[in-house]
């Protein structure tokens, strides 16, 4: 045996199944001594040992208690249940952080749906992973606690209410928690269970008293009209009226989740949407999480600033200096001054030859590789034609061969997704790009509403897809219904979005030639009370046409670096974002730490309270920042986080840095890193009692409040910090 194989499985050592009727099971003692007897002999061979029992899913506390006995033993456990269709339980007992959020394809595309626009964003912001469900294709029939937290539900009506119902106990029974959105199955079936009383006699009223809110009212006043009146046996109520003599609930939370009936929670108005109470509050009391939230908008304690730019009017000429094409201005203005990051990305239909402006081709791209040679661009597609609707041209396409208004009138072109995509990002590949660049980032056009086969060609040819999103929320309209999410997904294919829209937007369709100043309200207020955005400059070339859309821009950068913020590709935000959804958090059954898996590139966690990890005795974790009332953890690169906390503050840690991390190592007391920048480094540490090199050593160092130094160099971009604590 030694030698020949690598390790034995055995099954049902303490827990199992009846084989007969295909229940869990207690195995009995001596069955258990038995095996035990068997597989210690075989340990003590040199041969790995793993062990496979089955518990019942839902009792996830038991499957946790026998990992860890098993492992106890000298072996390695999972524990699984009886189909084997859950993730199970090891070492690691994974947190369950998808939500499951249904839409409905026979109202609108999923981008359009309320449910994504409005309120994804802030079950993203407590760090759960929105998975936008067609309720079209069915109910999912598999088990689905292992993976998710909770179900939203907000549709208009559903086919086969009794189905949905029995499948909604089914969750409820699991362990998911459920919230109820405006809709709500008026079932005596299902709300007598979940404790909820109906009136049917009095579904329709016009004057109701507020006797009793849990919250202070968020963005606008409840209103109701044409809902059933309903009152809670069991739960918290939120929102407590009267109507004539009888009370009503329209907004309760409970222990399986909770309702908001249309009008307690959200309430449109002409073209808004106002929020009654704090959607932040609300979902945490709802969903209750119970780990901290992998963060994309911010690392190393500062905020993360993106730049990039869609490629229109890149063939212009600027009003104030007609000799100099709008590419030429935006180098020389901005990309030369600004030496942050920029995605910069051009339409191949505008400069190509075989585009709309074969005369100015060769001038066209000269520029084009002018900019793409820049150490701080990175080159972007913004496809061939342009399209403005996604989903319209493909569909039309399928029936015509010219697509008039719908892209850029190219000559003698048809449509095709290859062409755009594929095939314009080849053209700047091959044309325009330097050797050791290549294209990243496809950048959606027009409506920035791609399908799913859109989506799937930019996954083909290995690059990140960005824009779309909406996030337009200024101090003219500062409500949170205008602050987009993450981005979207198609079933297993995700739209990652402009984290903040562009100058189209804000100058009213470029009629308003400063008004993009006012994105620097939105990065305000997608800053505070909480930091739901990172900062992101997004523009198109004709800002560089008009004297006023110029002097907007240059504001808006100079206001974005007077502030404390770490730049980086809109690449690497992407990646970011993509790994928040492909990022495990679980909890080591051997001692109730929590442990995190990653890539590596995602390299922030935030606690909303006040906490300190124990830099020493974690493991990846570089140093943490209190922002907002929440604690802001730095990690490494290594992907491979656990962490430990302590009462008091570390001797040592960084505070801030608007570089990245490399290389951290941890010897004993010694704690070693390299910081990164793409402009001239800074970065603060926190030091009490610990011995400190840093190198090279030509910086500008003060002292902040307590024990925190500030470390600033000139021209340098990279740093190695070296400390010695007792």
């Known amino acids: 045996m030694v030698g020949i194989i690598d390790g034995l499985v055995a099954e049902s050592l303490f827990y199992g199944l009846d084989v007969s009727t295909m229940r ?24 790995k040992v793993i062990v496979i029992d089955y518990v019942n899913p839902k009792d996830k506390k038991l ?50 749906s309320e449910i994504h626009r409005i309120y994804q964003l802030y079950v993203e912001y407590l760090g759960y992973i929105p998975v936008l469900y067609d309720i ?19 549709l208009s009506k559903v086919n086969d209410e009794r189905t949905f119902i029995k499948w909604i106990e089914k ?135 993106t730049a990039h730019i869609d490629g229109d009017a890149f063939f212009g000429v600027a009003d104030f200096d007609p000799s100099k094409n709008l590419g030429e201005i935006i180098r020389d203005e901005i990309l030369k001054k600004y030496k942050i990051p920029h995605t910069v990305s051009i339409i191949e239909g ?37 399209p403005y609707k996604w989903q319209e041209i493909e569909r039309i396409d399928e029936e015509l061969d010219k697509v008039e208004g719908y892209s850029l009138p190219i000559k003698n072109y048809k449509f095709s997704l290859e062409r755009e995509i594929i095939g314009s990002v080849d053209y700047i590949n091959k044309k325009l790009t330097p050797k050791d660049k290549k294209v990243k980032v496809f950048l959606w056009t027009g409506d920035c509403i791609p399908s799913e086969n859109a989506l799937k060609l930019t996954y083909k040819i290995g690059i990140y897809n960005v824009n779309g999103g909406d996030t337009t929320i200024d101090s003219k309209n500062p409500y949170f219904s205008l602050i987009g999410p993450m981005g979207i997904n198609r079933n297993d294919y995700f739209q990652v979005y402009a984290p903040i829209q562009n100058e189209n937007v804000y100058t009213n369709l470029w009629k308003d030639y400063y008004n993009y100043i006012n994105v620097i309200d939105t ?71 929590l442990v995190v898996r990653g890539e590596g590139n995602l390299k922030t966690l935030r606690f909303d309270k006040q906490t300190y990890p124990d830099i020493f005795n974690s493991k990846g974790v570089v140093g943490f920042k209190q922002i907002n009332n929440s604690t802001y953890i730095h990690l490494d690169n290594s992907g491979d986080y656990k962490f430990v906390f302590n009462s008091q503050i570390p001797d040592f840690y960084l505070v801030d840095s608007n570089g ?67």
């Open 24 to 47: 869990y099971k207690k195995m009995k003692e001596e069955d258990t001594k038995w095996l035990l007897d068997k597989l210690n002999y075989v340990k003590s061979l040199g041969v």
């Open 63 to 112: 499957a946790k208690e026998v990992a860890k006995k098993i492992y106890d033993l000298g072996f390695i456990p999972y524990i699984t249940d009886k189909n084997l269709q859950t993730v199970g339980t090891s070492i690691y007992q994974l947190k369950p952080r998808r939500v499951l959020m249904f839409y409905d394809s026979k109202e609108n595309d999923p981008a359009y």
């Open 136 to 154: 079209q294709k069915g109910l999912p029939d598999r088990f689905l606690a292992d993976e998710f937290a909770g179900i939203l539900v907000r």
């Open 171 to 305: 969750q409820i029974d699991d362990g998911l928690k459920v919230f109820f959105i405006d809709f709500f199955p008026v079932s005596e079936e299902l709300l007598e269970p979940l404790g909820i009383s109906y009136n049917q006699s009095a579904s329709i009223f016009d004057k109701f008293q507020v006797i009793n809110s849990k919250y202070n009212f968020f963005e606008i006043n409840p209103d109701f009209s044409n809902v059933p009146i309903v009152n809670i046996t069991e739960g918290e109520a939120i929102l407590t009226v009267k109507v004539k003599d009888k009370i009503f609930v329209p907004f309760a939370i409970t222990k399986w989740g909770g309702y908001a009936l249309e009008g307690s929670f959200l309430r449109n108005m002409g073209q808004n949407s106002f929020f009654v109470f704090d959607p932040v509050k609300i979902f945490r009391d709802v969903l209750n999480p119970d780990f901290p939230a992998l963060d994309i908008t911010t690392e190393n304690g500062r905020r993360i600033l």
């Open 350 to 386: 505008e400069i190509s030859p075989e585009g709309l402006y074969p005369e100015k081709s060769q001038k066209l791209e000269e520029i084009a590789k002018s900019i793409f040679s820049l150490e701080n661009v990175e080159p972007a597609s913004h496809s061939y034609s342009h």
């Open 523 to 593: 990065f305000k207020l997608t800053d505070k009370p909480y930091r739901f955005k990172p900062m992101a400059i997004y523009y198109h070339f004709y800002s560089g046409q008009k004297l006023a859309s110029l002097k907007a821009l240059k504001e808006i950068y100079n206001y974005a670096l007077s502030n404390e913020v770490n730049p980086m590709f809109l690449s690497e935000y992407a990646q970011r974002v993509l790994e928040f959804r492909n990022t495990a958090i679980a909890e080591d059954v051997r001692d109730d730490s």
């Open 660 to 726: 990245q991390i490399t290389d951290f190592k941890k010897e004993g007391k010694k704690v070693s890193f390299k910081l990164k920048s793409y402009i001239p480094l800074e970065f603060k540490l926190y030091n009490r009692n610990c011995k400190l090199e840093v190198t090279p050593k030509n910086y500008n160092q003060s002292q902040k409040a307590g024990y925190t130094y500030e470390f600033r160099y000139k021209t340098e971009k990279e740093a190695y910090v070296e400390a010695y604590c007792n």
